[in-house]
């Protein structure tokens, strides 16, 4: 049994009380519905492969779909150039009000210009429809490469929130904020390189005051704890997401999840962000912490701008482990999660009491149907009546000020790693256990601490050292104890650092007056890192460490120059060129327009240089004839209409050339190999769909 959406006529459950594809009520009087919006909003505009839209932009295919629109690959004839046109929903670019604030934000993305911010171009009307132009990113977006890949690699995973950093802080310095930042806006493109899509696009859509059937746009699981309560995004708020983006990367999942907007808003507002070490053991606690520190609910205790991040994540990429191997979750976190069902169990009715008191016209249960697919979520508001803020859209919260001395204590509540001393925190009202600890030198303190709604927990905890046993003095001897360390490593001059004091190169020789420091020896990123608690003795201490090499100088050189080099699924970049590359057993590609592509196996176990003379394609020709007609296709490329016949070079290898006659509603397909010097002509019959190729002699061309 389905219910038939009045207005877009779609095909919903019967359970459903709002339509899936429109959003309009399906518990509303019809004729209501119809007779407020079927004369406000134009009909929904598709456009076909092969036509030309705005007499200017030819379209070859389809990309995606969201909550905006639909996203177009075309071709823009004034230039030539291929670019990315996205048409606005009907709902959305019929409001004069959102197009005027829509222009003014894009005026302001167009400044942006930066290797990781896709560029926008125009905002245009043409047959009845609103649309964007923006730069085309060949490549898929960071969301899909999640689910085609898994978790990331720590090393990759920072290497590109830095190039996300990058372009927001290029961006922030226009006083341009993104707003909906998330996986399915950042584009991977051919070279590996992050591209940060739709600037400024949130802003333009937000309304206040519609009286007529609108939506709000934004994206719950990816949205920071002051949007999710309808204040204004700021810079910061861009970083809160960025945080959750890292925390997905490192992952596979996000750190919150829920059914309902309102659900996942009150998990980003009261929630401690869980940690992602107990899904992956082999992130370092040092990113785990950025992660914390970029989702504090507080925007204060976040970093303050990109350039703050970028600065943490070169201090972690440093030192980064090698590997970063998934480690399956840990059973002994089930507890806290039943807590937490639990907790939102109780908040979830208290929140359900609110928006009845509010009148119930605000209709937030509409699920994340797609949320998954990174389609923003669409909350519909009753026809004739403006949109109103709840009074209480979350319950009120308490807020916790641990302070230690000395500072610089790890904070967790019930068990879970929140921070370091000094913190402030907004925490659900109840009864929590919070436990400091900081290293072996000082206990550790436990405490039960009960949090009240709207007031402030505040306690300072001073952490007492542990004692230890204090050495035997001869009688009438003053001096104190001298506890000498000697380190010698192999291979020699290694840095030497104590207690995160960077003390020297080895061989290395120091007296210290205690009989405990922490000892870090590293030597380059090609080198393994040594990081140890040593308990010494009086006297001397001499202790030798072997260095293990792990990474090794990969040289690449072609003739001609200027060839990208691949080596795994990893762009090293373009020849000549000279990388740090980790030992181990890889497949090397070398490409070049123009030339044949080599690829071959390689073993990294020293230092290894590699010259590769390309040899040079011989282009063949292909003369195509059709009957009666069609549009072609060559790899996607359009080529043109035939008749009348057409001749077109094509490189060596195999090659897919379209036929497609609109008129007669047919689509034929045909795969071509072309050999080096090679002349071939192809027949098409659009009627039968039957083609011919055959060999001719390149003096018939």
Request: aromatic share 6%; proline share 5%.
């Amino acid at each position: 049994m389905s219910t038939k959406c009045p207005k877009c006529h779609s095909d919903n459950t019967n359970t459903a009380r709002f339509c899936s594809n429109c959003a309009t009520s399906l518990t509303l009087d019809k004729e209501a519905i119809l007779s407020s919006t079927e004369t406000y909003l134009p009909s929904i505009q598709e456009l076909k492969r092969g036509t030309v839209f705005a007499e200017r932009y030819e379209v070859i295919e389809e990309l995606g779909r969201g909550g905006m629109g639909k996203v177009y690959r075309v071709i823009d004839n004034k230039i030539d150039e291929e670019v990315a046109l996205k048409l606005l929903k009907p709902e959305i670019a019929s409001d004069e009000m959102n197009i005027k604030r829509f222009r003014n934000e894009l005026k302001y993305a167009r400044k942006i210009s930066h290797n990781n911010v896709c560029r926008m171009y125009h905002l245009g009307e043409a047959d009845g429809a609103q649309f964007i132009t923006m730069e085309y990113v060949p490549g898929e977006d960071l969301k899909a490469t999640i689910r085609r890949v898994g978790p990331l690699s720590t090393g990759k995973a920072v290497i590109i929130i830095k190039q996300v950093c990058e372009g927001l802080a290029e961006a922030h310095s226009h006083d341009v904020v993104h707003r909906d930042l998330k996986p399915h806006n950042i584009m991977i493109d051919k070279n590996g390189n992050a591209r940060i899509m739709d600037f400024g696009i949130v802003r333009s859509l937000r309304t206040e005051g519609i009286t007529q059937s609108g939506v709000m746009i934004g994206t719950p699981t990816y949205m920071s704890p002051e949007q999710a309560e309808g204040k204004a995004a700021t810079p910061l708020s861009d970083i809160y997401s960025l945080g959750v983006i890292l925390f997905e990367l490192l992952t596979g999942r996000v750190p919150f999840e829920g059914d309902t907007a309102l659900s996942l808003a009150l998990k980003h507002k009261t929630e401690p962000v869980p940690d992602p070490r107990e899904i992956n053991a082999q992130i370092p606690q040092e990113l785990s912490l950025v992660i914390f520190k970029c989702m504090e609910k507080n925007p204060a205790n976040r970093f303050q701008n990109a350039k703050e991040l970028i600065t943490d994540l070169n201090k972690i990429e440093s030192s980064m482990p090698t590997t970063s191997k998934v480690i399956p979750k840990r059973e002994s976190t089930q507890g806290v999660f039943k807590n937490r069902q639990k907790l939102f169990r109780t908040s979830g009715f208290i929140l359900a009491f609110a928006v009845v008191v509010v009148g119930g016209y605000i209709f937030l249960n509409k699920i994340l149907q797609q949320k998954e697919e990174g389609e923003s979520l669409k909350v519909p508001v009753e026809v004739g009546r403006k949109i109103q803020k709840p009074e209480t859209e979350i319950p009120n919260l308490g807020k916790i000020n641990i302070s230690s001395d000395p500072t610089g204590a790890d904070i967790f509540i019930e068990n879970r790693l929140v921070g370091r001393t000094p913190l402030q925190l907004d925490l659900s009202p109840g009864v929590h256990t919070l436990t400091l600890k900081k290293g072996q030198d000082y206990q550790e303190v436990t405490d039960d601490i009960e949090v009240k709604e709207g007031q402030t927990f505040s306690s300072k905890y001073v952490l007492a050292m542990i004692a230890r046993k204090p050495e035997s003095k001869a009688v009438g001897t003053k001096a104190p104890p001298v506890f000498t360390l000697e380190v010698n490593t192999e291979p020699e001059g290694a840095d030497i650092w104590i207690d995160g004091k960077s003390k020297g190169q080895t061989p290395f020789k120091i007296e210290l007056n205690k009989n405990q420091c922490q000892l870090r020896i590293e030597k380059g990123e090609e080198w393994s890192v040594i990081d140890e608690q040593l308990n010494l003795t009086q006297g001397l201490n001499s202790i030798h460490r072997d260095l293990r090499r792990l990474k090794y100088s990969l040289s690449i050189q072609t003739n001609p120059t200027d060839a990208n080099v691949i080596l795994g699924d990893e762009v090293l970049g373009k020849t000549p060129l000279k990388k740090l590359i980790l030992r181990g057993f890889y497949s090397i590609k070398v490409e070049k327009d123009g030339f044949r592509t080599i690829e071959e196996p390689i073993t990294v176990d020293s230092e290894l240089s590699k010259e590769y003379d390309l040899v040079k394609l011989q282009p063949g020709k292909i003369r195509i004839k059709v009957q009666p007609y069609a549009t072609v296709f060559i790899d996607g490329k359009l080529i043109g209409e035939v008749p009348p016949v057409k001749t077109q070079e094509l490189t060596e290898g195999k090659h897919t050339i379209e036929f497609v006659s609109t008129r007669m509603n047919k689509k034929h397909s045909v795969e071509v190999e072309i050999g080096p010097g090679e002349s071939k002509e192809i027949r098409m019959n659009m009627e039968t769909g039957e083609s011919v190729v055959v060999i001719i002699e390149l003096n018939q061309l």
